[in-house]
């Protein structure tokens, strides 16, 4: 089992410290949340469950150039988004700003992606909310163009654009792609794409959607590609309970063995030392996971 931060949970004047002692104590990667803006009155509206984890007043930052500052501040951490909405930009500027993040990271990037919950962004920049899964799919299928091929013409209906070329390519001529989120169409978006990042959950709940996506893979033929499921933990996770979420078919577990942001550090080295993780060993994940048997 690996273990990922969730930098989103401390104050941003603590990312820094928190990310370096993630790289230092043996963690496997840190996290970073995303929107674009956030309305005021009643535009938190949206969010599954009926109550936004967020205020209006909440900074914001951009999460490829913050991963990147860390990036220059670690060795083998992971940096993810989870998750990153790419169907409210252009393309060309989500691949432009991934990939100049995984040339500084040396290749420790990783796109968590999702449609989206929270529609008040989408009516800020004049983007249908209704269509964000079809923007969604259409942008990372153009990242993966970029990132790959001398030169990209694209048609589709969302981001048509002329032939471009797209240099400098990231280090693997890829980003792993995960995609957020619990419902129907999420899961399946995952399926297709590298892997697939949970909402905060108990273990029995993430073995539902694992084994689904399992299928989903099955039925595609892709069940023997790299595939990884990345989970957040309801909290920390106890040693003896981590193989219930190994048997739940989780990669890689983000946890938050803090109760207040003041005690993530120390958190973070007793739970290092609790696990038996190993202090500046070389990361194993540059890429995908291959699927649990």
């Known amino acids: 089992m690996r273990f990922g931060i969730p930098l989103g949970l401390v104050r941003p004047d603590a990312w820094h ?14 996290w970073l949340p995303e929107h674009l803006v956030l309305a005021t009155g009643g ?11 967020i205020r209006p007043s909440t900074p ?22 989870a998750v990153y909405l790419l169907g409210l930009r252009h393309p060309l500027i989500s691949a432009r700003a991934f990939a ?31 269509e964000r899964g079809g923007r969604l799919d259409e942008a990372i299928g153009v990242l993966r163009r970029l990132w790959s091929e001398e030169a990209v013409a694209h048609g589709g209906p969302h981001f048509p ?4 070329a797209f240099e400098p390519k990231p280090p693997r001529r890829a980003v792993p792609i995960l995609i957020g989120g619990e419902s129907p169409a999420a899961l399946s978006r995952a399926a297709r794409n590298d892997g697939w990042i949970s909402m905060p959950a108990p273990p029995e709940r993430v073995a539902g959607a694992a084994a689904e996506l399992r299928r989903l893979r099955a039925e595609a033929g892709r069940e ?37 942001g003041r005690d993530a550090l120390a958190a ?26």
């Open 161 to 164: 654009f002329p032939e471009v």
């Open 43 to 53: 535009g938190m509206q949206g969010y599954p469950g009926g109550r936004a984890p």
């Open 100 to 130: 100049t993040l995984d040339e500084i990271a040396g290749g420790r990037t990783v796109l968590g992606a999702g449609a989206g919950w929270y529609r008040a962004e989408w009516d800020a920049v004049g983007a249908p909310f209704a």
């Open 268 to 293: 973070a080295e007793r739970f290092a030392r609790d696990h038996g993780l190993a202090p500046g060993a070389p990361s194993d994940r540059a890429r995908p996971a291959r699927p649990a048997s």
């Open 224 to 260: 023997g590609e790299p595939f990884e499921v990345v989970a957040h933990a309801e909290g920390g996770c106890r040693p003896d309970e981590t193989a219930a979420w190994t048997a739940a078919g989780v990669h890689t577990l983000i946890v938050r063995p803090w109760r207040r």
């Open 17 to 30: 410290d928190l990310a370096v002692a993630a790289d230092e104590l043996g963690f496997d990667s840190v």
């Open 60 to 81: 914001l930052y951009d999460a490829p150039v913050r991963l990147a500052a860390l990036a220059a501040a670690t060795r083998r951490v992971r940096l993810g988004t």
